[in-house]
């Protein structure tokens, strides 16, 4: 199995900048595209951001400019840096690997983390 530890989550004023990380641990044999969703308090789940295990990257237009998806491999860590935080990115943050492991059945498979709070203050 995978387990997902998100980070980084927070409380900060509008117009601030915050960093989430997600690392990856397990029996990992690959990851493949790792990413986040994001939902707010009565809404559904929002992609925001996907980075392949070549580097790279799609991100979703409400975002787009303002946040920087990447990755380091050698840890199995992924990394949100959102920029010029606005209230209505007020959400829960939640990310996501394909990947495969040591255990059967040999294919990939996707896992989620836990989700980390952001809170963004006008």
């Known amino acids: 199995q995978v387990q997902l530890v998100e980070s980084g989550g927070g409380l900060v004023q509008a117009g601030g900048s915050l960093r989430l990380s997600c690392a990856a641990s397990g029996s990992i044999f690959s990851l493949n595209n790792m990413g986040w969703y994001r939902q707010a308090p009565g809404k559904s789940r929002e992609w925001v951001a996907t980075i392949t295990s070549g580097g790279s990257t799609n991100t979703a237009d409400s975002v787009k400019g303002r946040i920087t998806i990447s990755r380091d491999n050698a840890k199995n860590t992924v990394f949100l840096q959102i920029n010029s935080l606005k209230p209505e990115d007020t959400a829960v943050y939640y990310c996501?690997?394909?990947?495969?492991?040591?255990?059967?059945?040999?294919?990939?498979?996707?896992?989620w983390g836990q989700g980390t709070q952001v809170t963004v203050s006008s």
């Open positions: 996501y690997v394909s990947g495969t492991t040591y255990e059967q059945p040999y294919r990939s498979k996707d896992y």
